[in-house]
Every structure is written in C-alpha cells, then in structure tokens.
C-alpha cells in the first residue's frame, strides 16, 4: 500500500506541462478556419512558435496578425514565428484555408528556446455511439465509454 501511494503522489507532476497552451478550432461560413492559441496564465513561458500539420489534405493559404510570420514549409505543414511570444493569460488567433472544410489537424507549440510547451490534435472527428459524427474543438480527447446493459 506505501508503493502504491508513493506512486500515486508523483503521477501530477507527469501531466504538469499539458495544460500551458490550448488551441482551439472554428471553421467559419467563407471556408477557412480560426486557430486560437491560448497561453495558461500559470505558464511561466511565451509561446513564441506554434507548427501546424494537416492530415489527409493541404494548406492552401493563412493570414496572421501582427507580430507573426509564417512558412509553409511543405504542402501538409505551416510554421508560425512570433516577434513577440504570446504571454501567460493571453492568446492570438491565426487563419487559415485548406482543401478541407473541417481540417484535422496536428499542433506544437514552443518557447523560445524550441521547448515544447504543448502538443494535440484538433478537428478531428470523434464517433459517437450514435451515427452521426461530431467534430472535436480543442486537444483533450473526449469520448464516451459506455459499458453495454
């Protein structure tokens, strides 16, 4: 029972770094979709550069707001570079356009030092039990485990 509580105790620190950034999806009526990078106000680091990765598609095109520059650096990949990192509480949104109208996407975000803050996937479909198919808004998986009666 004392291995088992030592264990439990050190399990927090492990999931520590998985809250400090969330990015969130929202596909708008022109076809192109809004990132929203957001830094948790307890992060003690700026994202300073955040990668996207599309799956089964492509970037077409992005828009940026002030203070970032982008590079596609492949068909599947952008790379978004701050001037000035986004701080802690805060967050900036980025647009984009591919040949998808609900894009899956793959994200890294980092810190200065190219530390990795964070990691998830967006867009991505989640099959529920029944038929119809919903579509994910933020990187924590959700889904619903059901036991049949």
Not at 8 to 36: C, E, F, R, W, Y
Not at 54 to 76: A, E, Q, R
């Amino acid at each position: 029972m004392l291995i088992s509580s030592t264990f439990t105790g050190l399990m927090p620190m492990v999931h520590a770094a998985s809250n400090l950034v969330t990015v969130t999806s929202t596909n708008t009526p022109d076809g192109k979709t809004q990132i929203q990078v957001t830094n948790s106000p307890s992060s003690t680091f700026g994202i300073s550069s955040l990668t996207l990765q599309i799956k089964n598609g492509n970037f077409k095109s992005f828009t940026l707001g002030s203070g970032w520059i982008g590079k596609k650096t492949s068909p599947t990949t952008i790379s978004f570079f701050a001037s000035n990192p986004i701080s802690p509480g805060n967050s900036t949104v980025l647009t984009i356009s591919t040949d998808q109208s609900t894009p899956d996407l793959v994200w890294s975000a980092f810190d200065l030092n190219n530390n990795q803050l964070g990691t998830g996937e967006i867009g991505a479909p989640v099959i529920s039990q029944n038929p119809t198919i919903e579509y994910k808004s933020d990187h924590k998986i959700q889904t619903n485990h059901r036991r049949p009666p």
